[in-house]
């Protein structure tokens, strides 16, 4: 009995029957189910949280339609690396057999030239690309890529899918059927795991290795086997979402040194400093906004910083900007006039046509129908403003963004209702 193999890898489904969550993908009527009915699979993307099943699925996927598969990391593969397999792919095709698979796990960490690299092969059907992510692929995958490929979002495990994940381990693995696993308590197993489940299944390994005989699950055992066992724990997870929402709640509730405090735990634990930067220029958007908007400028520059200079000396703009965003005055009121106009579009079932005074006219035609006649440009008139309508019909004065409670807003507020004449 191997019991050196992680638990992670001993309980690997081999079937998608045996696949727990996902079940949009996966489930009856499932785009998953139809690729094995059909046979046919596009090039295709998932984006997840760690811990999903991105790297299962492609494999269960490629395995059930006898596809090759090669399979590169973009952490440690370079362009050579992508010719070199795509070279393979080439030699490996017979006759009018399918394209082999090339899976690139954490496809966001590929550079530009390496992407790009991929494109004729995946143009010319030489091979089928399948990436995994955790990032946001419309920001860290380049746009003729990703033309190329259908995007799947994976979501975090539920704890009713954790609690099966659990109940399969208990029940079917060797190792821990012979030791016996008693489960008294799962509120800490679950909130530690944070719907991922190689981490359920790591805090499994490490309750089994820290004592003898039966295994006890309640909150207190989980609790300090994990403060006894932190540095394992942390070297197994790939993401820290915990941590990272700490962080961004420690800024956007002005407390620098909690904020700081949270940026060395995830700088300390290996996350990628990218990801602390780009989550620094969302939060200056969405949480300070037009309360400072230079925090987005500094956000903007640690990030093309951090780009540039890597770790370690990339903790110290980090470090700044983390205390510049917690110290700044907060308004998420741009945040909330986007949704809230977003909210507007999709709920309305009338086809509003914009104004034709304030519509290009770019033809002759356009303006012998009215296109641009009688608009006002702004510049030609005292203040550079001139009083005009610019909604649709119907929604004439309708308001979206609502100024919020701080000195640079109400000046904002101030100028609206003057200029506007109470309109706004």
């Not at 059907?125 to 033309?147: C, K, R, Y």
């Not at 490490?206 to 403060?227: F, K, M, P, S, W």
Request: aromatic share 8%; charged share 25%; glycine share 8%.
């Amino acid at each position: 009995m191997q019991t050196n193999i992680p638990l992670a890898e001993r309980l690997r489904p081999r079937s998608l029957e045996e696949y727990i969550g996902q079940e949009h993908l996966v489930g009856p009527g499932g785009v998953f189910r139809r690729f094995l009915e059909t046979g046919n699979v596009p090039s295709f993307i998932l984006w997840g949280p760690p811990g999903v099943g991105k790297t299962t699925l492609a494999r269960l996927v490629t395995t059930a339609l006898d596809r090759k598969m090669f399979t590169l990391s973009a952490i440690n593969a370079g362009v050579k690396d992508v010719r070199e397999v795509i070279e393979q792919a080439k030699k490996s095709r017979f006759f009018n057999a399918p394209a082999p698979c090339l899976f690139i796990d954490e496809i966001h960490r590929f550079n530009k030239s390496q992407q790009d690299s991929l494109l004729g092969a995946v143009e010319q059907g030489i091979v089928t690309l399948i990436g995994a992510t955790t990032e946001n692929p419309s920001f860290e995958v380049i746009s003729p890529l990703l033309s190329r490929c259908q995007v799947y979002v994976l979501k975090a495990m539920e704890d009713t899918d954790l609690g099966k994940l659990l109940e399969r381990a208990v029940s079917t693995d060797t190792v821990l059927r012979e030791r016996g696993v008693r489960i008294a308590e799962t509120t800490a197993l679950f909130r530690f795991s944070g719907g991922d489940a190689r981490k359920l299944l790591n805090i499994l390994d490490i309750l089994c290795n820290a004592a003898e005989g039966e295994i006890v699950i309640d909150d207190r055992n989980v609790t300090e086997c994990l403060q006894q066992n932190i540095a394992l724990y942390d070297k197994n997870g790939e993401q820290h979402y915990d941590v990272i929402s700490a962080f961004i709640k420690s800024v956007r509730g002005s407390d620098p040194n909690a904020a700081v405090y949270y940026l060395a735990r995830m700088l300390a634990g290996g996350e990628d400093p990218k990801f602390i930067a780009r989550r620094l220029v969302i939060l200056a958007s969405e949480d300070i906004g037009l309360a400072n908007p230079n925090a987005l400028l500094l956000a903007n520059a640690c990030f093309d910083t951090v780009h540039k200079i890597g770790m370690p000396e990339a903790r110290i703009p980090l470090a700044e900007a983390t205390v510049y965003l917690a110290t700044s005055p907060k308004s998420n009121s741009a945040y909330r006039a986007i949704d809230a106009a977003l909210s507007a579009v999709k709920h309305d079932t009338v086809n509003r046509p914009v104004p034709l005074h304030i519509r290009n006219a770019p033809t002759k035609l356009m303006k012998h129908l009215g296109y641009g006649e009688n608009y006002k440009y702004a510049h030609d008139f005292e203040g550079h403003f001139a009083e005009q309508e610019f909604m649709p019909e119907g929604l004439e004065g309708r308001r979206f963004y609502e100024p919020a409670d701080n000195p640079r807003e109400q000046e904002i507020g101030r100028r609206i209702a003057a200029l506007w004449k109470g309109k706004y």
